[in-house]
């Protein structure tokens, strides 16, 4: 799916819908998103040595997982982050990279969902993590 089929899953919008495209696999979701150097929050991370943000790739984790959940979010839902655990990096992305997301569902008590992620680039991983959110209601 491209960003527009995305934005019927998500409310995110503008800078911060972090996904280019993304599929469901069976009970796997998978990501990308290309950096292009001119995202807000590369501004100052890192002048002349632009990193991305672990708390972004963080975020294009979850917004990868929530790939999975089409049936449950809506225009009047919103997916919340409510914890992260055992977050790894280990390399840096950079302007240039496709960030490539694979995550999961481990578990589910609604609204409660867990999930387990990682981030490549090129093949070589950049971030994992274990995370859940709940899907609320205005």
């Known amino acids: 799916m491209d960003q527009e089929e995305i934005k019927k899953i998500l409310p995110h919008r ?79 992305v950079r302007p240039g990279d496709v960030l490539e997301t694979e995550c999961r569902i481990t578990k589910a008590k609604p609204p409660f969902y867990f999930a387990e992620g990682k981030g490549t680039v090129r093949g070589k991983l950049c971030v994992s993590a274990a995370f859940s959110f709940a899907i609320l209601g205005e």
Not at 22 to 45: C, I, N
Not at 54 to 59: A, K, P
Not at 68 to 92: A, C, Q, W
Request: net charge negative; proline share 6%; glycine share 8%.
């Open 14 to 92: 503008d800078n911060m819908l972090l996904l280019d495209e993304a599929e469901q696999v069976a009970d796997s979701a998978y990501g990308k998103y290309t950096v292009r150097g001119d995202e807000w929050f590369l501004k100052g991370h890192f002048p002349g040595n632009p990193v991305v943000p672990g708390v972004i790739l963080c975020e294009i984790l979850a917004q990868s997982a929530c790939v999975l959940l089409r049936g449950e979010t809506t225009k009047d839902k919103t997916p919340m982050y409510t914890g992260l655990n055992n977050v790894r990096f280990k390399s840096p």
